[in-house]
């Protein structure tokens, strides 16, 4: 854990909590915080809530370079970060997954035993699974609308998912259905699969793609609500 990267986030705290809630929001920490929405009304149920940026989201995007405005501007992307990342050997993907990790591990110092969840959107459910299955505090995953597998990068021409969770030759060894396989007996919930198009995988063919991994619930919707984010921080 490199500690010298610091991490921003919203901490919602209920008066009596029962559970802790990690979420990783692609919008970033500044969505659905406001009073009355999502996060606040998740937290009006019991449930400490922890509204957090990785890095390269909300307000841990990095900083423009000190060239040209033209140039710093058209290289200020995830798309750019994510080249620098793999050139410098460490990909996006797993600075990500560090972060979601030292969170975790900061919310279980502070909140002992109490049930710690995490929930994880979009782009960011890669590094949420990889997050899971190397911290044993995060008990139940929610990925919602996340990439089915590495494979589906390769079996198509073109592809609309983000370069952020590239991973060299990781295929080579193994995929995302076996890292969710390693994070039992600890459940995952994967809501609202996609492709590396970005179009919706019907449940059938995803449980077939995890059918090694019997810790895994496949969800048909990527809800993101307080029914889905309620409802899985209370679930055992």
């Not at 990785?54 to 040209?68: D, I, L």
């Not at 033209?70 to 793999?86: C, D």
């Not at 990500?96 to 110092?109: G, K, Q, T, V, Y």
């Not at 193994?174 to 994070?183: G, I, K, R």
Request: neutral net charge; aromatic residues 8%.
């Amino acid at each position: 854990m490199d500690r010298s990267v610091f991490l921003s986030g919203w901490l919602f705290l209920p008066s009596n909590p029962k559970s802790v809630l990690l979420v990783t929001d692609q919008a970033g920490r500044p969505a659905r915080w406001q009073e009355g929405a999502l996060y606040q009304r998740v937290a009006a149920k019991g449930i400490v809530v922890c509204s957090m940026d990785v890095r390269g989201t909300g307000e841990m995007n990095p900083e423009y370079g000190r060239g040209a405005a033209a140039y710093a501007q058209s290289h200020h992307s995830e798309e750019n970060y994510s080249w620098a990342s793999l050139m410098l050997g460490e990909p996006l993907v797993f600075q990500r997954a560090s972060d979601i990790a030292a969170a975790a591990r900061a919310l279980r110092a502070r909140f002992g035993n109490l049930p710690l969840r995490l929930a994880a959107m979009g782009k960011l459910t890669v590094p949420g699974m990889f997050a899971a299955a190397e911290t044993p505090e995060i008990s139940v995953s929610y990925l919602s609308g996340g990439l089915v597998s590495f494979r589906s990068l390769v079996e198509l021409e073109e592809y609309s998912h983000t370069l952020a969770n590239f991973i060299p030759s990781f295929l080579r060894n193994a995929d995302l259905p076996d890292v969710a396989a390693s994070v039992a007996p600890r459940k995952l919930i994967l809501a609202g699969v996609v492709d590396a198009a970005d179009k919706p995988v019907g449940a059938d063919v995803v449980r077939r793609s995890y059918s090694k991994a019997s810790n895994v619930e496949v969800r048909e919707k990527a809800a993101w609500d307080l029914e889905a984010l309620a409802g899985m921080a209370a679930s055992g």
